[in-house]
């Protein structure tokens, strides 16, 4: 191993809950426990170089990755609620055990090409940061990865600048490079503003 430890997810192992009547949900204290289980077998001269833990998914054609510490759970197959005249980044309004959260689609926000919003979320992120949530609609969870944070590199000069302030960083899984999403920088997002469980905007 060259410091980079990985567990492949399979959409089966996604969906696993503690609580059975919630299909489709990955708990926080599962995934945290993945990570540290992750974390742990990263040898001793590779942790003096820090590492960071991170859930890869699938948006389009391209690969991403959330650091696991903003991540609360995962859920798949979930219904959307529409919103009327709603921004194209705004997929809908889910439901989380009663609460409403927002659900979020990057591609605008990423400058990828948009499609219609779902009816029904492939997958979902569930973020949290300072209290807020957002829902994140995505093709797709894939992988939970640890690697050193010396193999993340800065963001392509190529980015256009509203897209390179919301990645963190790439590296390359598999021959494949991987844009890893500032979260905060996320929640900081000028669209978003309004758009988080605290302060949700009804348009």
Not at 36 to 41: G, P, T, V
Not at 101 to 108: F, G, I, K, S, T
Not at 147 to 174: C, D, H, M, N
Request: with cysteine.
């Amino acid at each position: 191993m060259h410091g980079r430890q990985k567990k492949i997810m399979s959409n089966e192992e996604v969906t696993i809950s503690i609580d059975a009547t919630q299909s489709g949900e990955r708990s926080l204290r599962e995934i945290l426990q993945e990570r540290a289980r992750i974390l742990s077998e990263v040898p001793a001269s590779e942790e003096k170089g820090g590492g960071i833990s991170i859930l890869s998914f699938q948006l389009g054609a391209e690969l991403y990755g959330i650091e696991l510490v903003y991540l609360t759970e995962t859920r798949q197959s979930v219904p959307l609620r529409h919103v009327p005249c709603a921004p194209s980044h705004l997929a809908g309004i889910m439901s989380l055990r009663g609460e409403l959260l927002p659900a979020v689609d990057l591609r605008p926000i990423l400058g990828l090409p948009q499609q219609e919003p779902p009816k029904i979320a492939p997958a979902l992120l569930i973020l949290s940061l300072k209290g807020n949530k957002l829902a994140v609609v995505v093709d797709q969870a894939q992988d939970i990865l640890t690697f050193p944070v010396k193999e993340l590199r800065p963001p392509p000069l190529s980015l256009e600048p509203e897209r390179a302030l919301l990645i963190t960083g790439e590296l390359l899984v598999k021959a494949r490079p991987l844009s890893l999403i500032n979260v905060e920088k996320l929640f900081q997002e000028p669209r978003l503003a309004g758009e988080t469980t605290q302060e949700m905007i009804w348009v």
